[in-house]
């Protein structure tokens, strides 16, 4: 009995599952590789929350500098400089809203503080506070938003 067979007939097949692999490899990789190549890593995340928080401690620096030249024993000397500290003050607490969620995740109990203390400080220049009351709150505030982020405060 004679069996014939076409030489080199079965050395294409391990070889196509090969390259088939090799293939199918590369493009698993490739897609996994694009899926996650947006994701910004964590300390480039904390670095944009930290960032978006500078802008509030620059708020509160400006409420600190203009609160004192808008109020006058309890009423308002210069509508220009008091609408200028309220300004500052709801951009400051309209950034700090908008980074919350993300303050939550690293210190919540901080991020609550801060907030608080925002609102706090609200409530002082709704009143017509002493600009040395709003200022020393100012700056707690500005401590308690950088503590939030982790930042250390300059000595």
Not at 12 to 31: D, E, N, S
Request: glycine letters at 8%; zero cysteines; hydrophobic letters at 50%.
């Amino acid at each position: 009995m004679s069996l014939y067979r076409e030489a080199g007939r079965w050395h294409r097949w391990p070889a196509g599952a090969v390259v088939a692999g090799i293939a199918a490899g590369f493009l698993v990789g490739f897609f996994a590789g694009r899926a996650t190549e947006g994701s910004p890593s964590l300390s480039a995340q904390l670095a944009e929350v930290r960032e978006s928080l500078r802008e509030v401690t620059d708020a509160l620096e400006l409420v600190a500098i203009e609160y004192p030249q808008a109020v006058q024993a309890g009423e308002v000397v210069a509508e220009t400089e008091y609408a200028a500290a309220k300004a500052d003050l709801e951009r400051a607490q309209q950034v700090f809203a908008r980074e919350r969620p993300e303050l939550d995740v690293l210190m919540p109990a901080e991020a609550a503080r801060a907030e608080r203390e925002l609102e706090e400080l609200g409530e002082l220049i709704g009143a017509r506070a002493s600009p040395d009351e709003v200022a020393q709150k100012a700056q707690e505030t500005g401590a308690a938003v950088r503590a939030a982020a982790l930042v250390q405060e300059a000595r």
